[in-house]
């Protein structure tokens, strides 16, 4: 039984661009999401978290020094599923509707929290994510180290940004901040943070 599959992507491999390049993506998808997928498979292969769902594979491994191999590819397939999600062509901009309330109230305006989360993106020190959350019934920004993730804190992700230098190198080397600006301007999902909010 297999527990991981790559999904389908809800846009072309073009359609990101030029943020985002094909090259990128195909990249990104094909290779390192996919081998993510493959590798969680391997080692999921006949231990009795097999058949279970990622979230629970997630936070019943976090922390665990002898499931780290599990934890970090399974974590990995959950962040890049999100990930995809978090984008979509023609998105970016300031979010209207109950999100964009939720936006205000939490950060007090959209501008302070696109610096938030610039910031969040910037420091984390090499592989990650920042994410945008919400806990209490408040929205917050946070960061993650390599495959970690909200879930194992208790936190909803909303979205996020993958701050690996896979995800950003071959169409921005090593600018971080100009993807991070990039992302928040002509891709961000807006609708799909609506819909995490439950
Ligand atoms: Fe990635």
Redesign the pocket.
């Known amino acids: 039984m297999s527990n991981l599959a790559l999904p389908t992507l809800p846009y072309a491999d073009t359609a990101l661009a030029p943020v985002i390049s094909a090259n990128t993506l195909s990249f990104?998808y094909g290779k390192?999401?996919k081998a993510y997928v493959d590798n969680g498979n391997k080692l999921l292969a006949g231990t009795d978290l097999e058949g279970r769902s990622m979230e629970e594979i997630v936070k019943a491994t976090f922390g665990k020094s002898d499931k780290v191999g599990i934890f970090n590819n399974v974590a990995q397939v959950w962040n890049?599923d999100f990930?995809w999600l978090s984008m979509r062509p023609g998105g970016g901009g300031a979010p209207t509707g109950r999100i964009g309330e939720l936006i205000n109230s939490s950060f007090g305006s959209y501008d302070a929290f696109k610096t938030e989360l610039t910031q969040a993106a910037m420091t984390q020190f090499g592989s990650g994510w920042a994410w945008l959350v919400s806990e209490g019934g408040k929205l917050k920004v946070t960061k993650t180290p390599n495959a970690e993730n909200p879930l194992p804190h208790g936190q909803t992700p909303l979205l996020t940004i993958?701050v690996?230098e896979?995800?950003y190198y071959l169409d921005f080397q090593n600018r971080r901040a100009d993807y991070v600006a990039a992302w928040l301007e002509k891709l961000v999902n807006w609708e799909f943070a609506e819909k995490n909010l439950g």
């Open positions: 990104h390192h999401h890049h990930y993958d690996w896979h995800a």
